[in-house]
């Protein structure tokens, strides 16, 4: 593997992998999930479990994290914002959508994620789904018994709308 699926484009060995292996550790909120995201592409599930606190493993689900891991064909991650997070600070969160694919086709996974620092390490607190925004129109509607917006006096459903 040569760059880093984590989309940095540095390559892997210089990145999450050195993260993943233990080499250093992870400086942000956003390193972590950045290296979090690389242990699925690469199936480094017990790197998942390692890194979720301590609190919140009760319940982890091995097997299926392992299966969901090898299943998928992971295609990117994209990190939307960030909240805290940084060297200095004890907690942060991360919204992050990682795309892939399954036998049910292409689909977007968008998390909030939360991170806390503790004992100087990072670790995934818990994450929520983020649900997609509803669609703000920017004109509006055009009903088909409408006069069409191409300024032909027809009725939309007998214009543009057919």
């Given at each position: 593997?040569?760059?880093?699926?984590?989309?940095?484009?540095?390559?892997?060995?210089?990145?999450?992998?050195?993260?993943?292996?233990?080499?250093?550790?992870?400086?942000?909120?956003?390193?972590?999930?950045?290296?979090?995201?690389?242990?699925?592409?690469?199936?480094?599930?017990?790197?998942?479990?390692?890194?979720?606190?301590?609190?919140?493993?009760?319940?982890?689900?091995?097997?299926?994290?392992?299966?969901?891991?090898?299943?998928?064909?992971?295609?990117?991650?994209?990190?939307?914002?960030?909240?805290?997070?940084?060297?200095?600070?004890?907690?942060?969160?991360?919204?992050?959508?990682?795309?892939?694919?399954d036998k049910g086709g292409r689909?977007?996974?968008?998390?909030?994620?939360?991170?806390?620092?503790?004992?100087?390490?990072?670790?995934?607190?818990?994450?929520?789904?983020?649900?997609?925004?509803?669609?703000?129109r920017s004109e509006p509607k055009?009903?088909?018994?409408?006069?069409?917006?191409?300024?032909?006096?027809?009725?939309?459903?007998?214009?543009?709308?057919?």
């Amino acid at each position: 593997m040569s760059n880093c699926p984590c989309g940095s484009n540095l390559p892997f060995v210089d990145c999450c992998e050195s993260i993943i292996k233990g080499k250093r550790p992870a400086q942000t909120a956003e390193q972590l999930m950045r290296s979090r995201y690389s242990a699925y592409v690469t199936v480094d599930t017990d790197y998942i479990f390692e890194t979720t606190h301590p609190k919140h493993r009760q319940g982890y689900d091995h097997k299926g994290t392992q299966e969901w891991a090898e299943s998928a064909q992971w295609e990117n991650l994209e990190i939307v914002a960030t909240k805290g997070g940084k060297e200095d600070d004890n907690a942060g969160e991360v919204e992050f959508k990682a795309t892939y694919r399954d036998k049910g086709g292409r689909k977007v996974h968008h998390e909030l994620a939360s991170f806390e620092k503790d004992g100087g390490k990072w670790y995934f607190n818990d994450g929520n789904l983020v649900a997609p925004k509803p669609l703000v129109r920017s004109e509006p509607k055009v009903g088909r018994n409408d006069p069409c917006p191409c300024g032909s006096g027809a009725k939309f459903k007998k214009c543009c709308g057919k």
